[in-house]
Nanobody
Framework: QVQLVESGGGLVQAGGSLRLTCAAS????????MAWYRQAPGKQRELVAG???????NYADSVKGRFTISRDNAKNTVYLQMNSLKPEDTAVYYC????????????WGQGTQVTVSS
């Protein structure tokens, strides 16, 4: 069984920073892509940032230049450094990973709330 556990969300003022962490645990053979998604009230879940096992990254246009995704393969962990936060960044942030156990499956974390006040 694989678990993804997120941490680091909270309440911050506009212009502030937060760092989200997502740690994968369980019967993991290898981890392929890892990503962060977010879902604001009344909106669809959207991709925020992704990173491949080789370290290639991609970002939503709305967060480019403000957010940075990184990973520590030795710790099966992915991070999202969020700077210059805006009220429109308020959402529940979810970690997602493509993980090889007996096969390749996508796993999701439980979500962590990020609230940016104006």
């Amino acid at each position: 069984q694989v678990q993804l556990v997120e941490s680091g969300g909270g309440l911050v003022q506009a212009g502030g920073s937060l760092r989200l962490t997502c740690a994968a645990s369980g019967s993991i053979f290898s981890i392929k892509a890892m990503a962060w998604y977010r879902q604001a009230p009344g909106k669809q879940r959207e991709l925020v940032a992704g990173i491949t096992s080789g370290g290639s990254t991609n970002y939503a246009d709305s967060v480019k230049g403000r957010f940075t995704i990184s990973r520590d393969n030795a710790k099966n962990t992915v991070y999202l450094q969020m700077n210059s936060l805006k009220p429109e960044d308020t959402a529940v942030y979810y970690c997602s990973s493509s993980i090889v156990t007996r096969g390749l499956d996508t796993y999701w974390g439980q979500g962590t709330q990020v609230t940016v006040s104006s």
